[in-house]
Protein backbone atom coordinates (compact mmCIF):
# COMPACT_ATOMS: atom_id res chain seq x y z
CA UNK A 1 0.00 0.00 0.00
CA UNK A 2 1.20 3.46 -0.44
CA UNK A 3 1.84 4.47 2.90
CA UNK A 4 1.05 8.55 2.74
CA UNK A 5 -2.35 7.68 1.41
CA UNK A 6 -3.15 4.92 3.95
CA UNK A 7 -1.93 7.45 6.69
CA UNK A 8 -4.50 9.56 5.62
CA UNK A 9 -7.31 10.87 8.02
CA UNK A 10 -10.58 10.15 6.37
CA UNK A 11 -12.65 13.67 5.06
CA UNK A 12 -13.90 15.10 8.00
CA UNK A 13 -16.83 17.00 6.02
CA UNK A 14 -17.69 13.66 4.15
CA UNK A 15 -17.39 11.55 7.40
CA UNK A 16 -20.23 14.13 9.45
CA UNK A 17 -22.49 14.70 6.03
CA UNK A 18 -22.52 10.92 5.83
CA UNK A 19 -23.68 10.30 9.64
CA UNK A 20 -26.08 13.18 9.47
CA UNK A 21 -27.53 11.36 6.16
CA UNK A 22 -27.45 8.03 8.30
CA UNK A 23 -29.31 9.34 11.70
CA UNK A 24 -32.17 11.37 9.26
CA UNK A 25 -33.26 8.22 8.35
CA UNK A 26 -34.17 7.49 11.94
CA UNK A 27 -35.21 10.48 13.11
CA UNK A 28 -35.88 12.95 10.07
CA UNK A 29 -35.65 15.68 13.14
CA UNK A 30 -31.73 15.87 12.70
CA UNK A 31 -30.16 18.86 11.36
CA UNK A 32 -27.47 18.35 8.18
CA UNK A 33 -25.08 21.51 8.85
CA UNK A 34 -21.93 19.89 8.34
CA UNK A 35 -21.13 19.97 4.57
CA UNK A 36 -21.29 22.72 2.48
CA UNK A 37 -24.32 22.34 -0.23
CA UNK A 38 -26.81 24.42 -0.97
CA UNK A 39 -30.05 23.31 -0.55
CA UNK A 40 -31.24 25.20 -4.01
CA UNK A 41 -31.81 23.25 -6.89
CA UNK A 42 -29.64 24.30 -9.74
CA UNK A 43 -31.31 26.53 -12.28
CA UNK A 44 -33.23 24.84 -14.60
CA UNK A 45 -31.91 26.27 -17.56
CA UNK A 46 -28.25 24.76 -16.72
CA UNK A 47 -30.21 21.58 -16.16
CA UNK A 48 -32.06 21.70 -19.72
CA UNK A 49 -28.87 22.81 -21.27
CA UNK A 50 -27.29 19.31 -20.15
CA UNK A 51 -30.01 17.81 -21.08
CA UNK A 52 -30.82 18.99 -24.32
CA UNK A 53 -27.27 17.68 -25.05
CA UNK A 54 -27.44 14.65 -23.99
CA UNK A 55 -30.38 13.50 -25.27
CA UNK A 56 -28.57 15.18 -28.77
CA UNK A 57 -26.44 12.41 -28.40
CA UNK A 58 -23.49 14.45 -26.94
CA UNK A 59 -22.27 11.24 -25.01
CA UNK A 60 -18.87 10.69 -26.76
CA UNK A 61 -15.48 11.37 -25.16
CA UNK A 62 -14.85 15.42 -25.96
CA UNK A 63 -11.23 14.95 -26.10
CA UNK A 64 -9.01 18.39 -25.05
CA UNK A 65 -9.13 20.80 -21.81
CA UNK A 66 -12.86 21.48 -22.08
CA UNK A 67 -14.96 22.34 -24.54
CA UNK A 68 -14.62 25.60 -26.55
CA UNK A 69 -17.02 27.66 -25.47
CA UNK A 70 -17.28 26.90 -22.07
CA UNK A 71 -13.33 27.17 -22.11
CA UNK A 72 -14.08 30.88 -24.09
CA UNK A 73 -16.58 31.81 -21.24
CA UNK A 74 -14.58 31.37 -18.21
CA UNK A 75 -11.16 32.78 -19.58
CA UNK A 76 -13.83 35.98 -20.18
CA UNK A 77 -15.50 35.67 -16.83
CA UNK A 78 -12.02 35.89 -14.91
CA UNK A 79 -10.36 38.56 -17.22
CA UNK A 80 -13.73 40.95 -16.51
CA UNK A 81 -14.22 39.88 -12.77
CA UNK A 82 -11.79 38.56 -11.29
CA UNK A 83 -8.62 40.92 -13.35
CA UNK A 84 -6.71 37.49 -14.19
CA UNK A 85 -5.03 37.62 -17.73
CA UNK A 86 -6.35 34.38 -18.92
CA UNK A 87 -6.29 32.93 -22.42
CA UNK A 88 -9.17 30.51 -23.13
CA UNK A 89 -6.04 28.20 -24.44
CA UNK A 90 -5.30 27.64 -20.44
CA UNK A 91 -8.48 27.01 -19.09
CA UNK A 92 -8.73 23.69 -17.83
CA UNK A 93 -12.07 22.13 -16.87
CA UNK A 94 -12.09 19.57 -13.58
CA UNK A 95 -14.29 17.51 -12.20
CA UNK A 96 -15.32 19.88 -9.26
CA UNK A 97 -12.42 22.24 -7.65
CA UNK A 98 -11.41 19.39 -5.25
CA UNK A 99 -10.08 17.41 -8.71
CA UNK A 100 -8.37 20.69 -9.78
CA UNK A 101 -6.54 21.44 -6.74
CA UNK A 102 -5.40 17.49 -6.82
CA UNK A 103 -4.07 17.53 -10.02
CA UNK A 104 -2.50 21.30 -9.16
CA UNK A 105 -0.82 20.20 -5.87
CA UNK A 106 0.46 17.14 -7.86
CA UNK A 107 1.87 18.92 -10.84
CA UNK A 108 3.88 21.59 -8.61
CA UNK A 109 5.33 19.21 -5.70
CA UNK A 110 8.26 17.11 -6.31
CA UNK A 111 8.18 14.66 -3.11
CA UNK A 112 9.25 15.79 -0.32
CA UNK A 113 8.81 19.72 -1.24
CA UNK A 114 6.83 21.93 0.99
CA UNK A 115 2.92 23.63 0.75
CA UNK A 116 2.15 26.47 3.17
CA UNK A 117 -1.02 26.07 4.09
CA UNK A 118 -2.93 28.80 6.23
CA UNK A 119 -4.65 27.04 8.92
CA UNK A 120 -7.82 27.40 9.91
CA UNK A 121 -7.87 25.22 6.82
CA UNK A 122 -10.69 23.36 4.50
CA UNK A 123 -9.82 19.45 5.22
CA UNK A 124 -8.75 18.57 1.99
CA UNK A 125 -5.51 20.81 1.39
CA UNK A 126 -3.38 18.66 3.80
CA UNK A 127 -4.23 15.09 2.67
CA UNK A 128 -3.77 16.07 -1.23
CA UNK A 129 -0.29 17.33 -0.42
CA UNK A 130 0.35 14.64 1.03
CA UNK A 131 -0.49 12.11 -1.38
CA UNK A 132 1.05 14.15 -4.13
CA UNK A 133 4.39 13.24 -1.53
CA UNK A 134 4.87 16.92 -0.62
CA UNK A 135 4.95 17.75 3.05
CA UNK A 136 2.43 20.30 4.28
CA UNK A 137 3.61 23.23 6.42
CA UNK A 138 0.97 24.93 8.84
CA UNK A 139 0.73 28.79 9.58
CA UNK A 140 -1.19 29.34 11.90
CA UNK A 141 -3.62 32.81 11.26
CA UNK A 142 -4.78 34.34 14.75
CA UNK A 143 -8.45 34.58 15.22
CA UNK A 144 -7.51 37.48 17.48
CA UNK A 145 -6.50 39.36 14.67
CA UNK A 146 -9.22 38.48 12.43
CA UNK A 147 -6.70 35.97 10.33
CA UNK A 148 -4.85 38.14 8.97
CA UNK A 149 -1.99 37.17 7.17
CA UNK A 150 1.76 38.38 7.68
CA UNK A 151 4.75 38.43 6.15
CA UNK A 152 6.38 37.44 9.26
CA UNK A 153 4.43 34.16 9.56
CA UNK A 154 4.98 33.61 5.56
CA UNK A 155 8.76 33.69 6.11
CA UNK A 156 8.98 31.16 8.84
CA UNK A 157 6.89 28.78 7.33
CA UNK A 158 8.99 29.07 4.04
CA UNK A 159 12.09 27.20 3.40
CA UNK A 160 14.41 26.12 1.19
CA UNK A 161 11.82 23.19 0.11
CA UNK A 162 9.07 25.40 -0.04
CA UNK A 163 7.11 25.07 -3.63
CA UNK A 164 3.59 26.17 -2.86
CA UNK A 165 1.09 28.81 -0.76
CA UNK A 166 -2.21 27.49 -0.87
CA UNK A 167 -4.46 30.43 -0.73
CA UNK A 168 -8.77 30.40 -0.19
CA UNK A 169 -10.33 33.41 0.10
CA UNK A 170 -13.83 33.72 0.73
CA UNK A 171 -12.34 31.10 3.25
CA UNK A 172 -13.79 28.25 4.48
CA UNK A 173 -13.69 27.71 7.57
CA UNK A 174 -13.36 31.42 8.80
CA UNK A 175 -15.26 33.57 6.37
CA UNK A 176 -12.72 35.99 5.50
CA UNK A 177 -12.30 37.51 2.26
CA UNK A 178 -8.58 37.98 0.66
CA UNK A 179 -8.48 42.17 1.20
CA UNK A 180 -5.81 44.23 -0.92
CA UNK A 181 -3.02 44.71 1.79
CA UNK A 182 -3.17 41.21 2.20
CA UNK A 183 -2.65 40.30 -1.04
CA UNK A 184 -0.13 42.45 -1.46
CA UNK A 185 2.11 41.01 1.26
CA UNK A 186 1.48 37.41 -0.89
CA UNK A 187 2.61 39.17 -3.84
CA UNK A 188 5.53 40.42 -2.05
CA UNK A 189 6.54 36.99 -0.51
CA UNK A 190 6.23 35.62 -4.23
CA UNK A 191 8.70 38.56 -5.00
CA UNK A 192 10.93 37.14 -2.55
CA UNK A 193 10.93 33.41 -3.47
CA UNK A 194 10.39 33.35 -7.52
CA UNK A 195 10.54 29.59 -6.48
CA UNK A 196 7.28 29.29 -4.83
CA UNK A 197 3.69 29.29 -6.72
CA UNK A 198 0.01 29.75 -5.77
CA UNK A 199 -2.93 27.59 -5.77
CA UNK A 200 -5.79 30.44 -4.91
CA UNK A 201 -8.93 28.35 -4.43
CA UNK A 202 -11.66 30.93 -5.05
CA UNK A 203 -14.87 28.58 -4.77
CA UNK A 204 -16.64 31.05 -2.94
CA UNK A 205 -15.97 34.11 -4.75
CA UNK A 206 -19.38 35.07 -5.81
CA UNK A 207 -20.75 34.33 -2.35
CA UNK A 208 -19.33 37.70 -0.42
CA UNK A 209 -21.57 40.13 1.74
CA UNK A 210 -19.97 43.34 1.05
CA UNK A 211 -16.48 43.75 -0.60
CA UNK A 212 -15.23 41.41 -3.26
CA UNK A 213 -12.40 39.24 -2.32
CA UNK A 214 -9.20 39.91 -4.43
CA UNK A 215 -7.94 37.31 -7.00
CA UNK A 216 -4.09 37.39 -5.99
CA UNK A 217 -3.78 35.91 -9.67
CA UNK A 218 -4.74 39.66 -10.69
CA UNK A 219 -1.50 40.52 -9.95
CA UNK A 220 0.95 41.03 -12.84
CA UNK A 221 4.11 40.43 -11.16
CA UNK A 222 3.28 37.02 -9.78
CA UNK A 223 0.50 35.89 -12.29
CA UNK A 224 2.68 33.31 -14.07
CA UNK A 225 3.14 31.42 -10.64
CA UNK A 226 -0.75 31.66 -9.57
CA UNK A 227 -3.18 28.80 -10.63
CA UNK A 228 -6.41 30.35 -9.93
CA UNK A 229 -8.90 27.65 -9.23
CA UNK A 230 -13.15 27.95 -9.02
CA UNK A 231 -15.77 25.70 -10.28
CA UNK A 232 -19.72 26.25 -10.20
CA UNK A 233 -20.92 24.01 -6.98
CA UNK A 234 -21.42 26.61 -4.43
CA UNK A 235 -22.40 29.49 -6.87
CA UNK A 236 -24.89 28.18 -8.78
CA UNK A 237 -25.92 25.23 -7.07
CA UNK A 238 -24.10 22.20 -9.01
CA UNK A 239 -22.11 20.33 -6.04
CA UNK A 240 -23.16 16.89 -7.63
CA UNK A 241 -22.48 17.75 -11.19
CA UNK A 242 -18.62 18.05 -10.10
CA UNK A 243 -17.73 20.97 -12.29
CA UNK A 244 -14.69 22.98 -11.57
CA UNK A 245 -11.97 24.98 -13.57
CA UNK A 246 -8.13 26.13 -13.34
CA UNK A 247 -6.40 28.51 -15.22
CA UNK A 248 -2.64 28.96 -14.79
CA UNK A 249 0.05 30.24 -17.42
CA UNK A 250 1.10 27.94 -20.45
CA UNK A 251 3.65 26.21 -18.87
CA UNK A 252 2.49 25.43 -15.91
CA UNK A 253 -0.88 24.68 -17.60
CA UNK A 254 0.68 22.05 -19.95
CA UNK A 255 2.13 20.12 -17.21
CA UNK A 256 -1.07 19.69 -15.38
CA UNK A 257 -2.67 19.05 -18.60
CA UNK A 258 -0.64 16.31 -18.39
CA UNK A 259 -1.63 14.61 -15.83
CA UNK A 260 -5.91 15.45 -16.35
CA UNK A 261 -4.95 13.36 -19.88
CA UNK A 262 -3.50 10.09 -18.25
CA UNK A 263 -5.61 10.79 -14.86
CA UNK A 264 -9.07 11.53 -16.48
CA UNK A 265 -9.61 11.84 -20.31
CA UNK A 266 -11.91 14.60 -20.27
CA UNK A 267 -14.81 16.00 -18.81
CA UNK A 268 -18.66 14.99 -19.84
CA UNK A 269 -19.60 16.70 -22.52
CA UNK A 270 -22.82 16.90 -21.88
CA UNK A 271 -22.59 18.97 -18.50
CA UNK A 272 -20.32 21.14 -19.75
CA UNK A 273 -22.59 22.31 -22.08
CA UNK A 274 -24.86 22.92 -19.40
CA UNK A 275 -22.58 24.56 -17.47
CA UNK A 276 -22.23 27.54 -20.28
CA UNK A 277 -25.30 28.15 -19.22
CA UNK A 278 -24.19 29.42 -15.71
CA UNK A 279 -22.89 32.07 -17.61
CA UNK A 280 -26.93 33.70 -18.18
CA UNK A 281 -28.00 32.82 -14.92
CA UNK A 282 -26.37 36.15 -12.95
CA UNK A 283 -29.52 36.94 -11.66
CA UNK A 284 -30.84 33.37 -9.94
CA UNK A 285 -26.81 33.43 -8.48
CA UNK A 286 -27.85 36.84 -7.32
CA UNK A 287 -31.03 35.60 -5.48
CA UNK A 288 -29.13 32.65 -3.71
CA UNK A 289 -26.58 34.89 -2.61
CA UNK A 290 -29.01 37.57 -1.43
CA UNK A 291 -30.60 34.43 0.61
CA UNK A 292 -27.88 33.46 2.18
CA UNK A 293 -26.87 36.43 3.45
CA UNK A 294 -29.93 36.97 5.20
CA UNK A 295 -29.13 33.41 6.60
CA UNK A 296 -26.10 34.38 7.96
CA UNK A 297 -27.54 37.30 9.52
CA UNK A 298 -30.62 35.31 11.18
CA UNK A 299 -28.19 32.60 12.05
CA UNK A 300 -25.21 34.01 13.18
CA UNK A 301 -27.54 36.97 15.21
CA UNK A 302 -29.00 33.76 17.36
CA UNK A 303 -25.60 32.34 18.08
CA UNK A 304 -24.65 35.15 18.86
CA UNK A 305 -27.47 35.47 21.57
CA UNK A 306 -26.14 32.48 23.55
CA UNK A 307 -23.66 33.50 26.42
CA UNK A 308 -20.43 31.81 25.90
CA UNK A 309 -20.80 32.09 22.09
CA UNK A 310 -19.41 34.07 19.49
CA UNK A 311 -19.30 33.96 15.69
CA UNK A 312 -17.85 37.05 13.72
CA UNK A 313 -20.28 37.57 10.74
CA UNK A 314 -18.71 35.65 7.68
CA UNK A 315 -17.58 38.44 4.81
CA UNK A 316 -18.01 35.21 2.26
CA UNK A 317 -18.64 31.65 1.97
CA UNK A 318 -21.43 29.61 3.71
CA UNK A 319 -19.81 28.87 7.26
CA UNK A 320 -20.82 30.21 10.56
CA UNK A 321 -17.57 29.37 12.35
CA UNK A 322 -18.57 29.82 15.91
CA UNK A 323 -16.44 30.02 18.90
CA UNK A 324 -17.51 28.16 22.65
CA UNK A 325 -16.56 29.47 26.02
CA UNK A 326 -18.63 26.96 27.30
CA UNK A 327 -17.43 24.69 30.29
CA UNK A 328 -13.84 24.00 29.22
CA UNK A 329 -15.14 21.72 26.26
CA UNK A 330 -13.28 21.12 23.10
CA UNK A 331 -14.66 21.52 19.44
CA UNK A 332 -14.56 17.38 19.56
CA UNK A 333 -16.83 17.20 22.28
CA UNK A 334 -18.49 20.26 21.82
CA UNK A 335 -19.50 18.66 18.37
CA UNK A 336 -20.71 15.36 20.12
CA UNK A 337 -22.74 17.29 22.64
CA UNK A 338 -24.83 18.99 19.59
CA UNK A 339 -24.96 16.31 17.76
CA UNK A 340 -26.68 13.94 20.79
CA UNK A 341 -28.30 17.17 22.28
CA UNK A 342 -29.96 19.35 20.19
CA UNK A 343 -29.99 16.89 16.74
CA UNK A 344 -27.63 19.22 14.77
CA UNK A 345 -24.82 18.03 12.94
CA UNK A 346 -22.03 20.51 12.83
CA UNK A 347 -17.79 20.60 12.21
CA UNK A 348 -15.77 20.55 15.05
CA UNK A 349 -13.29 23.19 14.61
CA UNK A 350 -10.45 20.63 15.10
CA UNK A 351 -11.23 19.42 11.40
CA UNK A 352 -9.72 22.69 10.45
CA UNK A 353 -6.70 23.11 12.86
CA UNK A 354 -8.36 24.80 15.28
CA UNK A 355 -7.04 22.68 18.14
CA UNK A 356 -6.74 25.40 21.02
CA UNK A 357 -9.68 27.09 21.31
CA UNK A 358 -13.49 25.41 21.22
CA UNK A 359 -14.68 25.67 17.57
CA UNK A 360 -16.88 24.46 14.92
CA UNK A 361 -18.26 25.40 11.74
CA UNK A 362 -22.19 25.28 10.75
CA UNK A 363 -23.60 25.55 6.97
CA UNK A 364 -26.04 28.39 6.36
CA UNK A 365 -26.74 26.85 3.14
CA UNK A 366 -29.62 25.19 4.29
CA UNK A 367 -33.35 26.53 4.58
CA UNK A 368 -34.33 29.33 6.73
CA UNK A 369 -36.82 27.12 8.66
CA UNK A 370 -34.04 24.54 9.21
CA UNK A 371 -31.74 27.11 10.66
CA UNK A 372 -34.19 28.57 12.53
CA UNK A 373 -34.68 25.48 14.29
CA UNK A 374 -31.03 24.88 14.15
CA UNK A 375 -30.70 27.98 16.36
CA UNK A 376 -33.24 27.04 18.96
CA UNK A 377 -32.23 23.91 19.27
CA UNK A 378 -28.66 24.92 20.34
CA UNK A 379 -29.74 27.36 22.57
CA UNK A 380 -31.52 25.07 24.35
CA UNK A 381 -29.06 22.64 24.59
CA UNK A 382 -26.49 25.17 25.45
CA UNK A 383 -28.60 26.99 28.04
CA UNK A 384 -29.11 22.98 29.50
CA UNK A 385 -25.04 22.94 30.11
CA UNK A 386 -24.80 25.95 31.62
N1 LIG B 1 -16.21 21.84 0.59
C1 LIG B 1 -17.41 21.51 1.27
C2 LIG B 1 -17.24 21.63 2.76
O1 LIG B 1 -16.23 22.09 3.24
C3 LIG B 1 -17.89 20.15 0.85
C4 LIG B 1 -17.23 18.98 1.50
C5 LIG B 1 -15.78 18.85 1.19
O2 LIG B 1 -15.43 18.98 0.02
O3 LIG B 1 -15.01 18.68 2.12
O4 LIG B 1 -18.13 21.26 3.47
Redesign the pocket.
Known sequence: MNHAIEAMKP????VL?AKAKEMQKKDPTVIGL????PDFNTPDRISMAAIRSLTEGNTHYVVGPGIPELRRAIAEKLRRENGVECDEGCVLVTPGG?NAIYIAVCAVLNHGEEAIILDPA???YEPIVQAAGGKAVKVKLDYRTDYRITREQLEAACSDKTRLLILNYPN??TGRILHADEAEIVEQFMLAHPEVYVISDE?YEKLVYGERSVSIGSYKSVADRVITVNGFSKCAAM?GWRMGYLTAAKPVFDVIYRLYQHSLSCMSGFMQAGAVEVFNCEREMEEMRRIYEQRRDMFCGALNAIPGVRCTLPEGAFYAWVYFDIKGMNSAEMCEYLLENAGVVG?PGSAYGEDEACSMRF?FANSTEDLERAAAKITAALKALA
Open positions: SASMMAGGEKWVSNPITMS
